[in-house]
């Protein structure tokens, strides 16, 4: 029997498409070679375009947790005020590099998990207070949650126009609705999320008043993630400052081309669409999702299992695992209660079919009593209405 491998279904690193993966297999070649630098050059221009930015973006080697402090450090003096919004454990995180950075860092957390912060609080926050910078996770992946974002920024240029916004786009650039105009100053995102590549590159836009306000700080402590060192490289890619990925930037470049090809609006309606159908079949099998209808993020999904089912997490997770799917545990206060799945970049009608059939084979197989095929019909229902 052939042995396959099991789709990756959580929430990052996301399927890879075989085109990116022979993009990334290419000979490699050096950074300084003209031809490459032509490729880099595309990609900027490619990523500064379609986000509608007016400053630069940035793509360099390194982990979606270091584009978030090459976010923050660029924007934010020590001593300087900072505002967390947290609906979960990467909320947290972007909190506590925050406050390693000595800014006076306060941790707006007023959600339960798989609850919001909602815009009313963050404007009650900033009022009371002078902060200079703002920090928001778009999509919350330990808890499934989409801030609305949208409303965030229609509240900040109308009532706090002054304070920088800094947004943690790991699990929703390139999935879910965002440009740049809007009024962020500063966007990150990393390779295996929404973009489909594997791991390896952060990337991260800088509005013009992001690049401003970086020009008058001091020297920073950090050298790899100063803006003053990669914007010449950015600006001119045939400048070198670290050496780029080379290979992990071809992967890139044809991430890009697919969502060119597909087009943004409609790579935004596919992922919710993908993401109703999902949790209709999971709702049609027994689960209950962790965050409500009205904030469940397009690109993540909490499913929680249902009260006194007898489900050992980790027991099921692996039986979902040797029947074909990896899902994901869930984090901090949600461990053990239920799992996670990823549904963003380049998935398509096969892979949700075959997710869904993994978790009724694993429901089965754990004794839980489930009609076969209850969340299949749902899902095949769903695509066929798409």
């Given at each position: 029997?052939?042995?396959?491998?099991?789709?990756?279904?959580?929430?990052?690193?996301?399927?890879?498409?075989?085109?990116?993966?022979?993009?990334?297999?290419?000979?490699?070649?050096?950074?300084?070679?003209?031809?490459?630098?032509?490729?880099?050059?595309?990609?900027?221009?490619?990523?500064?375009?379609?986000?509608?930015?007016?400053?630069?973006?940035?793509?360099?080697?390194?982990?979606?947790?270091?584009?978030?402090?090459?976010?923050?450090?660029?924007?934010?003096?020590?001593?300087?005020?900072?505002?967390?919004?947290?609906?979960?454990?990467?909320?947290?995180?972007?909190?506590?590099?925050?406050?390693?950075?000595?800014?006076?860092?306060?941790?707006?957390?007023?959600?339960?998990?798989?609850?919001?912060?909602?815009?009313?609080?963050?404007?009650?926050?900033?009022?009371?207070?002078?902060?200079?910078?703002?920090?928001?996770?778009?999509?919350?992946?330990?808890?499934?949650?989409?801030?609305?974002?949208?409303?965030?920024?229609?509240?900040?240029?109308?009532?706090?126009?002054?304070?920088?916004?800094?947004?943690?786009?790991?699990?929703?650039?390139?999935?879910?609705?965002?440009?740049?105009?809007?009024?962020?100053?500063?966007?990150?995102?990393?390779?295996?999320?929404?973009?489909?590549?594997?791991?390896?590159?952060?990337?991260?836009?800088?509005?013009?008043?992001?690049?401003?306000?970086?020009?008058?700080?001091?020297?920073?402590?950090?050298?790899?993630?100063?803006?003053?060192?990669?914007?010449?490289?950015?600006?001119?890619?045939?400048?070198?400052?670290?050496?780029?990925?080379?290979?992990?930037?071809?992967?890139?470049?044809?991430?890009?081309?697919?969502?060119?090809?597909?087009?943004?609006?409609?790579?935004?309606?596919?992922?919710?669409?993908?993401?109703?159908?999902?949790?209709?079949?999971?709702?049609?099998?027994?689960?209950?999702?962790?965050?409500?209808?009205?904030?469940?993020?397009?690109?993540?999904?909490?499913?929680?299992y249902p009260e006194n089912s007898g489900f050992d997490d980790v027991s099921f997770r692996g039986a979902v695992y040797d029947e074909g799917?990896?899902?994901?545990?869930?984090?901090?206060?949600?461990?053990?209660?239920?799992?996670?799945?990823?549904?963003?970049?380049?998935?398509?009608?096969?892979?949700?079919?075959?997710?869904?059939?993994?978790?009724?084979?694993?429901?089965?197989?754990?004794?839980?009593?489930?009609?076969?095929?209850?969340?299949?019909?749902?899902?095949?229902?769903?695509?066929?209405?798409?």
């Open positions: 029997m052939i042995k396959r491998n099991p789709l990756v279904m959580v929430p990052g690193p996301t399927p890879v498409a075989r085109s990116i993966q022979d993009a990334m297999g290419r000979e490699t070649i050096s950074y300084n070679d003209p031809r490459m630098a032509a490729d880099f050059k595309s990609l900027i221009e490619d990523l500064t375009s379609l986000w509608r930015c007016d400053g630069i973006a940035f793509v360099v080697a390194g982990s979606g947790t270091m584009a978030m402090e090459m976010g923050i450090v660029n924007v934010a003096d020590e001593g300087e005020r900072v505002l967390v919004c947290s609906n979960g454990f990467f909320g947290d995180r972007y909190a506590d590099i925050c406050a390693r950075k000595h800014f006076e860092t306060e941790n707006l957390k007023s959600a339960k998990w798989g609850k919001s912060v909602t815009v009313d609080e963050v404007d009650a926050k900033l009022s009371e207070k002078k902060f200079d910078v703002l920090v928001v996770t778009h999509v919350e992946t330990s808890t499934g949650v989409e801030f609305p974002l949208r409303e965030l920024m229609s509240m900040m240029r109308s009532e706090h126009p002054d304070v920088l916004v800094v947004v943690d786009g790991v699990a929703s650039m390139g999935g879910v609705e965002f440009y740049m105009d809007w009024g962020v100053d500063v966007m990150l995102t990393c390779s295996q999320k929404c973009f489909g590549a594997a791991p390896g590159l952060g990337v991260l836009w800088a509005s013009r008043r992001a690049l401003e306000k970086r020009e008058s700080m001091p020297l920073l402590t950090e050298a790899y993630i100063d803006f003053e060192r990669w914007a010449p490289v950015m600006r001119d890619t045939n400048r070198y400052w670290g050496t780029p990925a080379v290979n992990m930037i071809w992967a890139f470049c044809e991430a890009v081309r697919i969502i060119k090809e597909e087009g943004l609006e409609n790579r935004f309606k596919r992922h919710r669409a993908y993401a109703d159908a999902i949790r209709e079949s999971l709702r049609a099998i027994g689960f209950v999702m962790g965050a409500d209808e009205d904030i469940a993020a397009p690109t993540v999904t909490v499913a929680l799917a990896h899902i994901a545990a869930c984090p901090g206060n949600l461990s053990g209660a239920g799992f996670r799945i990823g549904h963003m970049g380049n998935i398509d009608a096969h892979i949700l079919i075959s997710l869904v059939a993994s978790i009724e084979r694993a429901c089965l197989k754990s004794g839980y009593k489930i009609e076969p095929g209850a969340g299949l019909s749902v899902m095949q229902r769903k695509l066929m209405d798409m």
